[in-house]
């Protein structure tokens, strides 16, 4: 039975996300999509300690659920035609067949952000039905508390139910009011890529590459949209350097130790060129672009050394014109300190973030303090921080990281 609880997590992990999306595009009711696949995963709980694992797991739980439906529409007395011309079209179809379309994710997208849905519902909902996510890993990525995200979810799918909406990419003309929120989105599901808030692995690959794909869809729906085109530019500058992020035990490895023969020059390019789309459209940098600009001066550097940390500053100085937040002004406060005499301003920043209490629980601001701290040789203070940082951290890697930095400032 553990054998099979440790497949169904880790297929549900890699296909959860495709078996909904395919679900709610035949059924066309999001919140019964997530209900046919969890039943079909309770079927498999039940019948592959006796039957085996099936050759193609993903298609057999597909093909449970959909019969689940035809099962449980035939069932109601007021079945509509609607209802019964799918029943008639999804028990033609062969039972071993798993086809996932990739654009069923991105309708998934676009119906979790459909504009009859405040924006907090919009996100939070999509990240828990397109990414996977936990309310808890939710909750890290917004900011905010477990049951605000539970509360925002459960309001989200009741409001889409009731509205009856329909699951399907709008049409052109109402892209706008949802294109912030599906941006939004995707940008979330690659930072949790980038940097996993939990488990046992830093950098979660698929979670990554899934969100540069919907961008780089969304680039070709979307050409003379310069912030989808400054998003796709930002992952994939910062997707290059994925074999660089980790060493050979899976542990962070951070930029000014990494090799930069293993970046990916390929990707790096691409990410260039999605930058200089933005600029040919002559409408300036949004948000996104700008946080690719900062990427460039990375992936551009000859060495950490010979990066230009005064122009990032600036970029940082108009991202924060753009959207201030305080993950911005901290990350503007490590840029700070690499420059010429500012550590003891980039401290004194990271100091007045902690301060205001908008990062309280994260330990990005105690473990940005703690490398401050220990240029400035106030060796002790660093090693408090860092193993303080080390209690907030929620990615096992990550805390492991933490308490070793710590571990080398300790006393002989």
Not at 39 to 62: F, I, K, M, Y
Not at 343 to 363: F, K, M, N, Q, Y
Request: glycine share 6%.
């Amino acid at each position: 039975m553990d054998d099979v609880s440790g497949t169904l997590d880790a297929l549900w992990r890699i296909e959860g996300s495709r078996i909904v999306a395919t679900l709610a595009r035949v059924t066309g009711d999001l919140a019964e999509a997530e209900d046919l696949a969890q039943e079909a995963l309770a079927e498999a709980l039940r019948s592959w300690p006796t039957t085996g694992v099936p050759r193609n797991p993903a298609a057999w739980l597909t093909t449970v659920a959909r019969r689940r439906a035809i099962d449980g529409w035939r069932r109601r007395e007021a079945l509509d035609d609607r209802r019964r011309s799918l029943a008639r079209d999804l028990a033609s179809l062969a039972d071993d067949v798993w086809q996932p379309i990739d654009d069923d994710l991105l309708r998934l997208v676009f119906t979790a952000c459909h504009p009859a849905l405040p924006r907090e519902g919009q996100v939070a909902l999509t990240l828990r039905v397109v990414a996977s996510l936990s309310t808890a890993e939710i909750a890290r990525l917004l900011v905010v508390s477990v049951p605000a995200v539970q509360q925002r979810i459960v309001r989200a799918k009741r409001t889409l139910s009731e509205a009856r909406v329909p699951f399907e990419v709008p049409d052109h003309t109402e892209w706008k009011p949802r294109l912030n929120a599906v941006l939004t989105v995707v940008y979330l599901l690659f930072t949790e890529g980038y940097a996993a808030t939990s488990g046992d692995r830093w950098v979660r690959r698929d979670l990554a590459d899934e969100a540069l794909r919907v961008g780089r869809v969304l680039g070709r729906l979307l050409p003379r949209e310069p912030e989808v085109h400054g998003l796709v530019a930002l992952m994939e500058l910062q997707a290059s350097r994925f074999a660089a992020r980790t060493d050979a035990a899976g542990d962070p490895v951070l930029l000014a130790d990494q090799d930069r023969r293993l970046w990916d020059q390929a990707q790096l390019r691409r990410g260039l060129a999605a930058l200089d789309r933005v600029d040919a459209l002559g409408r300036g940098r949004g948000p996104y672009a700008l946080q690719a600009a900062i990427a460039a001066c990375h992936a551009t550097a000859p060495s950490f050394a010979a990066t230009d940390w005064e122009r990032i500053v600036v970029l940082y100085d108009a991202l924060l014109a753009l959207s201030p937040g305080p993950v911005v002004r901290l990350n503007r406060a490590a840029a700070l300190s690499m420059t010429t005499d500012g550590t003891r301003p980039a401290l004194a920043e990271v100091e007045a973030i902690t301060a205001g209490g908008d990062l309280a629980t994260s330990h990005l601001v105690t473990s940005v303090r703690a490398e401050l701290l220990q240029r400035l040789g106030r060796t002790a203070e660093a090693r408090g921080e860092f193993l303080s940082a080390a209690a907030q951290a929620t990615n096992d890697r990550e805390r492991a990281w933490l308490e070793g930095k710590a571990a080398k400032l300790a006393p002989s």
